[in-house]
């Protein structure tokens, strides 16, 4: 007699995956902020906007504000040292910090993984540190979708997803339409390469450079593979703060830039008006070591560089020029680094860099 097959046989464990859910339940409450909705084995998160407001000033006109994102290639570097526990702020903050360009403030978030095999402990990693990006962000982790899909990842890999929800007033969104000539650029400080560039990194690094992940560079101050797995740094608390100070009359804060993917280069132009350019000083800010490491092993050009990476930049502020100074200062007591960088000129919507 032919014995009978199972799914466990196919290469998913039900009752592993069910076992998780208890430990995710907890993981979850302990991210709840006013609004969030306890519903355990429920099939979608809940979420209050009544709560969430509170004892506030009721929004006259919200608008909800989404965001999708992933951590790319970043992962390569967390399969290879199977270290697992800083991937997960990285899939908070590229949403989060997303949202908080247009002037939202994260309500909550959900997140998805999908593993080739169920693996408790590095299931359990990775959540956590979704859980911790949603902490640093001040959104409640509402839930999400864990999917063994055996034959689909290789041995020991996983992809994961992220999604934020946020909400603004209508009239104080933030979409660069309020930029003029005479803005101030500040750039507040990155931890690192993010999650955007890593497939030039591993590239010039691991593979043409030969470096090894636990090599120890003394200018980092730590191992390529601790500098890799750096997690984005989350706006949301500083600029929050910001927006609240200065922008109850008047958006004296005229619009915010997340530097991902293609660098100032090409993500400052998204919020600039036509016939206006963002003109950036070069030396104006820190720029980390790595990024100089990445320079010089390659080699690659500085055109490159800046269309690659942040460059040490992860968030820009186009501010009003008479409220810069003060603007500044107030991100820098939010405990950021920051810097004026540069300031927005007639042209013809682009970034120059003298």
């Avoid at 293609?262 to 008006?273: A, F, H, Q, S």
Wanted: charged share 25%; hydrophobic share 40%; proline share 3%.
């Amino acid at each position: 007699m032919t014995q009978s097959m199972t799914y466990k046989d196919a290469g998913v464990d039900v009752e592993a995956a069910g076992d998780l859910e208890e430990d995710y339940t907890q993981l979850i409450r302990k991210t709840f902020r006013a609004g969030a909705i306890d519903n355990p084995g429920g099939y979608g998160g809940l979420f209050s906007l009544t709560e969430a407001m509170g004892k506030r000033k009721r929004l006259r006109d919200p608008v909800l504000v989404s965001g999708t994102d992933g951590v790319g290639t970043k992962l390569k570097i967390a399969f290879t040292l199977d270290k697992h526990d800083t991937v997960g702020i990285d899939l908070v903050a590229m949403s989060a910090n997303d949202i908080l360009v247009q002037g939202a403030e994260p309500l909550f978030f959900l997140d998805y993984i999908g593993i080739s095999k169920v693996d408790k402990r590095v299931l359990s990693e990775i959540v956590k540190g979704v859980a911790e990006g949603c902490r640093q962000a001040g959104c409640a982790l509402l839930g999400g979708e864990t999917a063994e899909l055996p034959g689909f990842y290789q041995k020991g890999e996983y992809d994961l997803a992220g999604f934020c929800t946020g909400i603004a007033e209508r009239h104080a969104l933030l979409d660069g339409s309020a930029v003029k000539e005479g803005d101030v650029l500040i750039g507040l400080g990155s931890n690192g390469l993010h999650s955007n560039g890593y497939s030039l990194a591993r590239k010039v690094l691991l593979e043409a450079s030969g470096f090894p992940l636990d090599k120890y560079v003394n200018e980092l101050g730590k191992t390529i593979g601790e500098e890799l797995l750096m997690p984005t740094r989350i706006y949301v608390k500083p600029v929050l703060s910001a927006l609240s100070v200065f922008n109850r009359r008047s958006k004296v804060i005229r619009a915010l830039a997340h530097i991902t993917g293609g660098g100032l280069v090409e993500n400052l132009p998204r919020v600039l008006p036509i016939g206006l350019d963002a003109v950036i000083r070069s030396g104006s800010w820190q720029e980390l070591v790595v990024f100089d490491l990445i320079r010089q092993s390659g080699p690659v050009e500085e055109e490159e560089m800046r269309r690659v990476f942040n460059l040490g930049i992860g968030m820009v502020m186009i501010v009003a020029k008479r409220s810069a100074e003060k603007i500044l200062t107030h991100i820098q007591s939010e405990g950021e680094s920051a810097w004026i960088i540069g300031q927005i000129e007639k042209g013809k919507g682009i970034v120059r860099f003298v």
